[in-house]
C-alpha cells in the first residue's frame, strides 16, 4: 500500500489486538505485574469529546511504554454510569436512565475501540450492573457493621436544581459542583461515612505520595488539621457554658463579646430568656433562610442582633454579651467565637458595627501601629508584648506568655486541648433514583438494619416516574409496595427499605479493586457462577468470589499480585472528591482485614494529573460552540493523528490549545513517516528477491544517522519517562527531518532492519496503528505485535563519541567554532586548552593580555583580553 490510509489500517490492527489478546495480561501468572489506570470515566451524554481522548491517550502512551520495557500491563476500562449527571441528561432527552445508560454505554465503548488505547476488554465494568452494585451495597454494610456508617439530622447542603443534598466536598463556592445551581441548607436526616475517624491517617500519610504538590496541598487544605483551645465561657444566671475554640487564646483577656452561629444549639434555650422571644426566631429564621455563601458573602455587613443575655469570661471573671452573627458557621468550630475587636479584623468591623468595646491586650513595638490600636483606629494581629492580660503582662504573646497562659487555663479546668479539622463525614444518601439503593431497612420495633449479605444487591426497581420530586424524599418512595416492604432480619417483622440512593464516589471509591477480580482466572481464586436476576437483562451472570472464609468482592491472591495502582492517571478536579474518598475506604479495607497481604497504606502511590484541552484560546463550552467531537477528526485523519497531535500540543501535565490547521500537519507529519518506510520495507515473501535476507542482514546503517537515532532514542526514552510527550515528540520530529535530508542526497538504504525497527518502536506509544502496520512490512514473517516488542535501547558508546561544538568568542564576537567530546565540553579547562591552541584564537589573543574567561559549560567560552 503506497499511500497512507488510516480507514483501512485501523480497523484491521484493532481486529487483531483483540483476537489475539495483545492487551489482556495473565492476571494469575504475571510476572512483573504493572497496574496503569485512568481515572473512573463517566460515560457522557453525547460520547468522548476531545479533551476524555486527551486524558485516555496520555495515559496509554504511558501503558504502552511499560509494557514494551517487559511489564506486564493491565490496563482496564470501565463506566462510572450511575449518578446525576447521566439521570440529567436522561430527563432531558426523555428516556429511562436505564435505557439511556444501554446507549451510552455502547457508543462510549466505540469511540474507546477506535481510539486504539490497549485496554484489557475482558475486564471491563459498569457501575449500574447488579453484578457490580451488589458490593458497593456490601462496602455500605460493612462501613455500617464497623461503626464508621450513622444516621443523623443535620444541616446539609440541599441543591433545588438537582433537588438532592450534597456533601461539602460536591459545593464550591456556595454552588453545586454539578450544576453550578446556588446551594441552600435545611436540615434534615442523613447517612453519613464516619470519614473523619480516619482524618489523621489521611494527612499523615500525605508525605508518602508522589503525587502533584497541587493536589498534595488541596487534601492538606480540605482535611485542615489545626490544633487550639477550647474555652468554656459560663452563661449568666444558668449552669450552662458556651465552648469557643481558637487558636489565637493569647488574646482572651481582649474579649469583650461573644458571636454564636444561628444554628448554635443554644440558641433555643437563649431565645426564652429574650425580651421578645417572637423578634429573636424571626431574626434566627431570616439568617437560616440564606445560603452559607450568602452568608460568607455579605460578611462585610456583619449582620448580627444581642440575645441579651452574658457569659463570664473566665480569666478575669468580666460579663461579656453574647450575639448572634450570620457570619459565624455551626460547622467551623464550635460554632461560637470570642470577639476580641482590637486583635482580629472581622472581630473588630462587627464591633464598629454595634458600638461595642474594644481592649487592647497586646503592645507592638511599632509606635504608630500601637497607637492606632490603643485608640481603636484599627486592629492589629501580630507578635507583640502581652498587656491588660493579668500576670502575664509583658511576655510575649506568640512565644512564652502564649505558652504559659494555656498552661494556666487547661490547669484551671475551664480550657483543653482540641484539635479540629475542616473535614467533615461524608454525606452518603442522595434523593435520587439512579444509583444502588442503600441496603438498608427500618423496623418500628428493632430501628435500622442492614439487608443481610445473602440478600445483595438490593435492585433497583424499575418505577416509571423517576423524576425528583423536590420535597426531600426519594422517587424510589414511589417504588411497588412489593420492593418497599420487607422481613426485618432481627425480628421477622414487616420493616421499610431505605429509598435513598448512594452517593455516586461511593461506586468510584472501591472500583480499581474489582478490576483484576472481573472473571478471574479460575486457577488462582475458587469462583462460584450465581446469576442475578435483573429486571433489564435476565441472563445477566457475573461471578462471586469465595475462599474458605471470606466472601468479598475481589480474589486475594490476585489482589496481592496487582494492588496498589501503579500508575494512577487523572485531572487535578477530583482532588477532595474522589481521591480523598478513594484513600478512605482503602484504609478503612486494610484495618478489617479485606486487603490481605496487600502491603501498601495507599492505592494510588503514584498519581500524575493531566491538564486540560482548549480551542482556538478559550475553554471548551456548548454556549461558545467550540467543543471538539473526535469522531469527526478520526474520520478525516485517523485516530493516530488526532492522539499524535493531543499529545503534540503542550507538556501532557499543562494540556493545550486544539486547531484544526495544527490537525492537518500532524496528518502530513505522519504521511512523512508512512513514505520514508514505504521506501525502505521489504516486499512480501512471496515477492522476495531469494537474496535479499543475506542482504539485508549484512546491511549497515549511516554511521551519521546512527547517531541521530541513538541521540533520539535517549531522549525519547527520558522523556516518555517523565510524561513529556510534546518534547518526545519534537526529538522524533527532528530524526525525520536528518533523515529526510540524509536519504535525499542517498540512493541506498541508510538504516539497516534492525535499526528501522527501533526508530519505529519510539513512535509506537503515541501511534499504536500505523506503527503496526509498517512493524509487519518491515518484518512480513512476525506473527507478533509491535507493541508486544521490547524497547529499544541506546548505544552509550555511541554517544560518547558525539562532538559538541563550543563556539569561542573574543571581547564577546565569535571568532573561531571548536569542538569536543561531550565531557570534555562540561570542563572550562579542557575547552580552554583546546581553544587556546586554535589558530584562530591564536591570531587575536597574540600579544595580548587574558583578563577574564566566561564559561558555560557545554554551550561557549569567551575571552576578555586587551
Given at each position: ?648 500540543l503542550g507538556s501532557y501535565d499543562q494540556g493545550g490549545d486544539f486547531r484544526d490547521t495544527g490537525m492537518a500537519g500532524m496528518y502530513r507529519f505522519l504521511e512523512r513517516v508512512w513514505k520514508a518506510f514505504q521506501k525502505q520495507t521489504q516486499k512480501s515473501p512471496a515477492e522476495r528477491d531469494p537474496a535479499l535476507p543475506e542482504k539485508i542482514k549484512n546491511q549497515k546503517s549511516d554511521k551519521e544517522i546512527k547517531r ?159
Amino acid at each position: 500500500m503506497d499511500i497512507y490510509d488510516p480507514k483501512t489500517i485501523e480497523p484491521k490492527w484493532r481486529q487483531f489486538w483483540l483476537d489475539k489478546k495483545v492487551y489482556q495480561p495473565d492476571l494469575a501468572v504475571a510476572k512483573k505485574p504493572y497496574y496503569n489506570l485512568m481515572m473512573f470515566p463517566y460515560p457522557s451524554a453525547e460520547g468522548l469529546h476531545v479533551g476524555n481522548v486527551y486524558a485516555f491517550t496520555g495515559a496509554d502512551v504511558h501503558g504502552r511504554f511499560k509494557r514494551m520495557q517487559g511489564f506486564d500491563v493491565f490496563q482496564p476500562i470501565g463506566l462510572d454510569g450511575f449518578g446525576i449527571h447521566s439521570e440529567n441528561y436522561a430527563i432531558k432527552v426523555g428516556r429511562h436512565p436505564k435505557d439511556h445508560a444501554k446507549i451510552s454505554e455502547k457508543h462510549f465503548y466505540e469511540q474507546l475501540h477506535m481510539i486504539g488505547d490497549g485496554f484489557a476488554w475482558d475486564q471491563k465494568l459498569e457501575t449500574y450492573d447488579p453484578g457490580y452494585y451488589r458490593w458497593t451495597q456490601w462496602l455500605f454494610i460493612q462501613m455500617y457493621k464497623n461503626g464508621l456508617a450513622y444516621r443523623r439530622k443535620a444541616m446539609v447542603n440541599w441543591c433545588p436544581s438537582c433537588k438532592t443534598v450534597l456533601s461539602d466536598e460536591q459545593v464550591e463556592g456556595g454552588v453545586c459542583e454539578r450544576c453550578k445551581t446556588p446551594t441552600t441548607r435545611k436540615e434534615t436526616e442523613q447517612w453519613f461515612f464516619k470519614i473523619t475517624a480516619y482524618a489523621d491517617q489521611l494527612l499523615n500519610n500525605i508525605p508518602k505520595l508522589n503525587w502533584p504538590k497541587k493536589i498534595t496541598v488541596a487534601q492538606q487544605n480540605w482535611i485542615g488539621r489545626t490544633k487550639g483551645l477550647n474555652i468554656d465561657f459560663k452563661i449568666e444566671g444558668i449552669s450552662k457554658a458556651i465552648t469557643v475554640w481558637t487558636k489565637f487564646w493569647e488574646t482572651v483577656f481582649g474579649t469583650t463579646f461573644l458571636v454564636i452561629a444561628p444554628e448554635h444549639p443554644i440558641v433555643e434555650e437563649l431565645s426564652w430568656r429574650s425580651e421578645n422571644r417572637q423578634n429573636f426566631m424571626n431574626r434566627i429564621s431570616k439568617a437560616l433562610v440564606k445560603t452559607e455563601q450568602q452568608r460568607k458573602e455579605e460578611i462585610e455587613e456583619r449582620h448580627g442582633f444581642f440575645t441579651g443575655s452574658y457569659v463570664v469570661n473566665p480569666v478575669n471573671g468580666e460579663k461579656v454579651p453574647i450575639w448572634v452573627g450570620e457570619y459565624v458557621l455551626v460547622d467551623v468550630g464550635t460554632g461560637a467565637v470570642m470577639g476580641v475587636p482590637s486583635h482580629d479584623l472581622r472581630d473588630f468591623e462587627f464591633a464598629k458595627k454595634h458600638s461595642l468595646e474594644i481592649k487592647q491586650v497586646v503592645s507592638y513595638s511599632d509606635r504608630d501601629i500601637d497607637a492606632k490600636v490603643k485608640s481603636g483606629q484599627i486592629a492589629f494581629e501580630g507578635e507583640g508584648v502581652l498587656i491588660n492580660s493579668g500576670e502575664f503582662d509583658g511576655l510575649s504573646a506568640w512565644g512564652i506568655g502564649k505558652q504559659k497562659m494555656a498552661d494556666w487555663m487547661i490547669d484551671n479546668k475551664f480550657a483543653e486541648w482540641k484539635t479540629i479539622y475542616h473535614l467533615r463525614d461524608w454525606l452518603i444518601s442522595r434523593q435520587r433514583y439512579w444509583g444502588p439503593p442503600i441496603p438498608m431497612v427500618l423496623c418500628e420495633k428493632c430501628g435500622w438494619s442492614s439487608v443481610p449479605e445473602d440478600q445483595l444487591p438490593v435492585l433497583l426497581p424499575d418505577i416509571k416516574d423517576f423524576k425528583p420530586t423536590g420535597d426531600g424524599l426519594s422517587p424510589l418512595q414511589k417504588a411497588p409496595k412489593s420492593w418497599l416492604e420487607t422481613t426485618c432480619p432481627k425480628c421477622g417483622g414487616i420493616a421499610k427499605r431505605e429509598t435513598d440512593v448512594s452517593d455516586t464516589f461511593l461506586d468510584s471509591s472501591w472500583y480499581f479493586l474489582r478490576y483484576p477480580s472481573v472473571n478471574v482466572n479460575p486457577k488462582s481464586e475458587i469462583r462460584n457462577p450465581k446469576q442475578i436476576q435483573n429486571s433489564n437483562d435476565q441472563n445477566s451472570k457475573r461471578f462471586e468470589f469465595r475462599n474458605s472464609n471470606l466472601n468479598i468482592p475481589w480474589g486475594q491472591e490476585v489482589t496481592r499480585r496487582w494492588l496498589p495502582v501503579n500508575a494512577y492517571i487523572g485531572g487535578a478536579e477530583h482532588a477532595v472528591l474522589h481521591l480523598l474518598y478513594a484513600r478512605f475506604v482503602w484504609m478503612a479495607l486494610l484495618d478489617w482485614g479485606y486487603l490481605s497481604g496487600v502491603d501498601s497504606p495507599e492505592p494510588f502511590p503514584f498519581l500524575f494529573s493531566h491538564g486540560l484541552i482548549i480551542k482556538d484560546g478559550a475553554k471548551m463550552s456548548k454556549s461558545r460552540g467550540n467543543v471538539v467531537n473526535p469522531d469527526e477528526y478520526i474520520s478525516r485523519y485517523g485516530a493516530d493523528a488526532l492522539r499524535m497531535y493531543l499529545m503534540f500540543l503542550g507538556s501532557y501535565d499543562q494540556g493545550g490549545d486544539f486547531r484544526d490547521t495544527g490537525m492537518a500537519g500532524m496528518y502530513r507529519f505522519l504521511e512523512r513517516v508512512w513514505k520514508a518506510f514505504q521506501k525502505q520495507t521489504q516486499k512480501s515473501p512471496a515477492e522476495r528477491d531469494p537474496a535479499l535476507p543475506e542482504k539485508i542482514k549484512n546491511q549497515k546503517s549511516d554511521k551519521e544517522i546512527k547517531r541521530v537515532l541513538n541521540k533520539t532514542i535517549k531522549k525519547v526514552t527520558e522523556d516518555i519517562s517523565k510524561f513529556k510527550y510534546n518534547t518526545a515528540i519534537a526529538a522524533l520530529m527532528e530524526f525525520m527531518n536528518a533523515y529526510e535530508e540524509k536519504t535525499s542526497n542517498e540512493k541506498e538504504n541508510i538504516l539497516s532492519t534492525d535499526d528501522k525497527g527501533k526508530l519505529i518502536k519510539l513512535f509506537a506509544p503515541f501511534v499504536p496503528y500505523i506503527t503496526e502496520e509498517i512493524w509487519h512490512n518491515l518484518y512480513p514473517d512476525s506473527q507478533d505485535s509491535i507493541h508486544l516488542s521490547l524497547w529499544p535501547e541506546y548505544d552509550s558508546k555511541i554517544l560518547e563519541r558525539e562532538r559538541i561544538e563550543i563556539p569561542v568568542q573574543i571581547n564577546g564576537k565569535t571568532r573561531a567554532v571548536i569542538s569536543a567530546d561531550p565531557s570534555t565540553a562540561k570542563i572550562q579547562s579542557g575547552i580552554e586548552k583546546i581553544a587556546m591552541e586554535d589558530p584562530s584564537v591564536m591570531r587575536y589573543i597574540e600579544g595580548k593580555k587574558i583578563n577574564k574567561i566566561i564559561f558555560v559549560s557545554g554551550k561557549i567560552i569567551n575571552l576578555i583580553v586587551n
